[in-house]
């Protein structure tokens, strides 16, 4: 099992940027998949990036360029870093991890908005 513990949201002006983290409460090094999701009033879930144990990463067409996804195995963290956040980037992140099931954070809102 693990625990998932997500921070750093908070309210930006378009054109800014805002690094989520997520804080596991067990080493990190042995999850194969860790990702941040993110789910907008009135919308899907949506996968925003993941990252594999082994370093490779993916995202979602909305998140190339402009985000990066990271973990910090001497931390148990994983990170999304977000530039140039956009108002439709708006939405509730949360960060997940599987481990033989899937874990989820409670989520950290993201509110983009002159």
């Known amino acids: 099992q693990v625990q998932l513990v997500e921070s750093g949201g908070g309210l930006v002006q378009p054109g800014g940027s805002l690094r989520l983290s997520c804080a596991a409460s067990?080493?990190?090094?042995?999850?194969?998949?860790m990702a941040w999701y993110r789910q907008a009033p009135g919308k899907q879930r949506e996968l925003v990036a993941s990252?594999?144990?082994?370093?490779?990463?993916d995202y979602a067409e909305s998140a190339k360029g402009r985000f990066t996804i990271s973990r910090d195995t001497a931390k148990n963290t994983m990170l999304l870093q977000m530039n140039s956040l956009k108002p439709e980037d708006t939405a509730t992140y949360y960060c997940?991890?599987?481990?033989?099931?899937?874990?989820w954070g409670q989520g950290t809102q993201v509110t983009v908005s002159s």
């Open positions: 997940y991890a599987w481990l033989m099931s899937n874990y």
């Open positions: 067990r080493s990190i090094a042995n999850i194969n998949t």
């Open positions: 990252i594999a144990s082994g370093g490779r990463t």
